[in-house]
Nanobody, 121 residues
């Protein structure tokens, strides 16, 4: 059973920093692109940052220069370092990954359970 487990959310003051991590576990053959999304109350889920298997990254304009995505392929883990946090960054953050399980020949999308990030102004 493949799963993604997130950690690192919490409460932080505006201007502060927070780091999220998301570890994949289970019978995994390989992991392709990994992503972070977020969903604020009353809003649609939006893409925050993306990182490919060979390390190419892309971040949303709203977080560019403040958030950094990275990954450790050996650990099957993706990270999101968030600096200069603003109140509008408050949301539930979800990780997403394209994973091929050992029992499969195709990549499937998996989601983490979500972790709350609250930025107080």
């Amino acid at each position: 059973q493949v799963q993604l487990v997130e950690s690192g959310g919490g409460l932080v003051q505006a201007g502060g920093s927070l780091g999220l991590s998301c570890a994949a576990s289970g019978s995994i053959f390989s992991i392709n692109t990994m992503r972070w999304y977020r969903q604020a109350p009353g809003k649609q889920r939006e893409s925050v940052a993306t990182i490919t298997s060979d390390g190419n990254t892309n971040t949303a304009e709203s977080v560019k220069g403040r958030f950094t995505i990275s990954r450790d392929n050996a650990k099957g883990t993706v990270y999101l370092q968030m600096n200069s946090l603003k109140s509008e960054d408050t949301a539930v953050y979800y990780c997403n990954a394209e994973i091929r399980a050992r029992s499969s020949y195709i990549y499937r999308n998996y989601w983490g359970q979500g972790t709350q990030v609250t930025v107080s102004s």
